[in-house]
């Protein structure tokens, strides 16, 4: 395996566990009784909220509803699927 081939499988390997814990905090937010200082809470707080941030920074919660997360997952999915095709053009 060529360090190209590795580098890509690393990435998309990466995005896809990140996209995972996204997918699990926010099914989180559904469960008002979740102390978010508390660990294991906390630190997967710290480590999906600055990159939804980003996405909540200009999309405003519509009727008290949070869409950015939908967005940022599209957004790694669509990082995931570039990065997985560059070995081709390699």
Same mark, same amino acid.
């Given at each position: 395996m060529n360090s190209i081939a590795l580098l890509t499988t690393t #990435? $998309? =390997?990466f995005i896809t566990i990140y996209t995972y814990l996204l @997918?699990? /905090?926010v099914l989180l937010t559904w469960f008002p009784? @979740?102390?978010?200082? +508390? !660990?294991?809470?906390a630190a997967l707080s710290? #480590? =999906?909220d600055p990159y939804l941030? $980003?996405? /909540? +920074?200009? @999309? *405003?919660?519509?009727?008290g509803m949070d @869409? +950015? *997360?939908i967005l940022a997952i599209i957004l790694? !999915? #669509?990082? +995931?699927?570039l990065i997985s095709g560059l070995p081709a053009f390699v």
């Amino acid at each position: 395996m060529n360090s190209i081939a590795l580098l890509t499988t690393t #990435l $998309v =390997t990466f995005i896809t566990i990140y996209t995972y814990l996204l @997918i699990f /905090r926010v099914l989180l937010t559904w469960f008002p009784n @979740i102390d978010w200082y +508390s !660990q294991p809470f906390a630190a997967l707080s710290q #480590l =999906t909220d600055p990159y939804l941030n $980003v996405f /909540r +920074s200009f @999309i *405003p919660p519509l009727g008290g509803m949070d @869409i +950015s *997360p939908i967005l940022a997952i599209i957004l790694l !999915q #669509l990082a +995931s699927g570039l990065i997985s095709g560059l070995p081709a053009f390699v």
